[in-house]
């Protein structure tokens, strides 16, 4: 049935706040400065470090649960433990939300953190897409999927003040977030109607594509459930974006649906 839940408050016993803005920074990419970008290395070994995950850490990502935003908060973190090497994880399904309804205990002491000694063991760019690898993809039709709302898409709206152009990656199907989960709490649709949405979309499940949104935040929900659900393993998520897509003054297309 619906539940009544209200608010969303306090931890499961034990968990560590991760600060989600230390996972990304800006960064210079060809003389222009790239907002909102995957940290360093040695900066999200000290983020890991400093939330007392270890080399064999067996991790629990858990978001606030109330929407696809908040999901997509922790399939971004998700990504970047990936990206970085680290295997053994996964997110916890309608997060604290879910977690509340379910009436399991809560927390609203702070946890004790011993460091770990967590150290990134791999850099892997066959899940991140550069400014290059999609315009390869725009070239050779290769798939896209632009994440945002529609409005986005269309060019109609720009809501983001660090994306400097209206609409889409020229080629780039729809995919908006909403489609990701259920309301709160926010959970993940079953892997069966995410893969029919994407098919109906005109996206195929079992082809290569890079996923995209306005930071490379929204985008990793998409790439989680095509690479991690779904099994589609040739998923890249564009980490700059429309962000650096428009910074770097290349082609957009408006009040089109392809």
């Known amino acids: ?25 800006g960064k210079k990419i060809d003389g222009r400065k790239v907002i909102k970008m995957i940290v360093s290395k040695s900066a999200f070994e000290k983020l890991m470090q400093a939330s007392g995950v270890n080399k064999n850490s067996a991790v629990v990502i858990v978001s606030k649960g109330r929407s696809d935003g908040d999901v997509t908060m922790a399939t971004r973190l998700y990504w970047q433990m990936k990206y970085y090497g ?5 997110i916890l399904n309608g997060g604290m939300a879910q977690w509340i309804v379910d009436k399991r205990t809560v927390s609203s002491k702070e946890s004790k953190v011993k460091k770990g000694n967590w150290v990134a063991t791999a850099e892997r760019n066959e899940i991140l897409a550069t400014s290059q690898d999609v315009e390869a993809a725009v070239k050779t039709r290769s798939q896209l999927v632009d994440t945002r709302p529609i409005s986005f898409y269309l060019g109609i709206r720009r809501k983001k003040s660090y994306v400097y152009a209206d609409g889409h990656i020229p080629g780039a199907k729809l995919y908006p977030n909403e489609l990701l989960t259920t309301k709160m709490p926010a959970k993940f649709l079953k892997v069966s109607d995410s893969k029919s949405l994407f098919e109906q979309l005109g996206i195929k499940t079992d082809k290569k594509l890079i996923t995209y949104c306005n930071s490379g935040n929204l985008s990793t929900g998409s790439w989680f459930i095509m ?3 779904i099994g589609n393993k040739n998923v890249k998520m564009y980490d700059g974006s429309m962000h650096q897509w428009t910074r770097e003054k290349r082609d957009v297309t408006k009040m089109k649906m392809e």
């Open 1 to 25: 049935g619906k539940s009544k839940l209200k608010k969303v408050a306090g931890h499961i016993p034990g968990a560590i706040m991760v600060n989600y803005r230390r996972l990304r920074a």
């Open 86 to 90: 680290h295997d053994n994880m996964a």
């Open 227 to 229: 690479s991690e659900l």
